[in-house]
T-cell receptor
């Protein structure tokens, strides 16, 4: 089946630094990928839609300059949390569809802790 | 986007059948119903998807009435390892369709 891989699975960084999270579709191509954020005991919140070869589309309230998304190829999207602060600590999850008529497949998430 | 409503939590015992019902009154004609399972610190895992009537796979069944305004995920003979959050999602399966998560149902399976 379709596999979405995220890297790293966890990262700890200092306040003010930037962190890049990679999302790869391992055995299929994805023109669109989605980034979610999840706080403890809460549901997933859609942050942005990553579009291959064009700009990402951000949900209301998500700062595009803080959460930089790059979808440079059909199998890779990256999310960079710039100038991270403790309130950015969260679980970040990406997803993609293998094609039309396919459900979303999710990566295993990245736990970001900003100290 | 069709909104979904599920029970916040459910308790069960090992070996029992668990049915989780999801309401989606404003489901659109082209929308599918998809259920996911999520364990702590992991991404959601696809369980089952359907459009109408009944769908069954090796882990679950999905019952969808004719009006499609609700659906029921049935987990046969649950075990402790089925303790997780279950999400009911409604939407199209086209590549760029945004999927919005509801609160989900926390299932606790007891010994």
């Amino acid at each position: 089946g379709a596999v979405v891989s995220q890297h790293p699975s966890w990262v700890i960084c200092k306040s003010g630094t930037s962190v890049k999270i990679e999302c790869r579709s391992l055995d299929f191509q994805a023109t669109t990928m989605f980034w979610y954020r999840q706080f403890p005991k809460q549901s997933l919140m859609l942050m942005a839609t990553s579009n291959e070869g064009s700009k990402a589309t951000y949900e209301q309230g998500v700062e595009k300059d803080k959460f930089l998304i790059n979808h440079a190829s059909l199998t890779l999207s990256t999310l960079t949390v710039t100038s991270a602060h403790p309130e950015d600590s969260s679980f970040y999850i990406c997803s993609a569809r293998e094609g039309n008529d396919s459900p979303l497949h999710f990566g295993n998430g990245t736990r970001l802790t900003v100290t | 986007l069709a909104k979904t409503t599920q029970p916040i939590s459910m308790d069960s015992y090992e070996g029992q059948e668990v049915n989780i019902t999801c309401s989606h009154n404003n489901i659109a004609t082209n929308d599918y119903i998809t259920w996911y399972q999520q364990f702590p610190s992991q991404g959601p895992r696809f369980i089952i998807q359907g459009y109408k009537t009944k769908v069954t796979n090796e882990v679950a069944s999905l019952f969808i009435p004719a009006d499609r305004k609700s659906s029921t995920l049935s987990l046969p003979r649950v075990s402790l390892s089925d303790t997780a959050v279950y999400y009911c999602l409604v939407g199209r399966n086209t590549g760029g369709f945004k999927t919005i998560f509801g609160a989900g149902t926390r299932l606790f399976v007891k010994a």
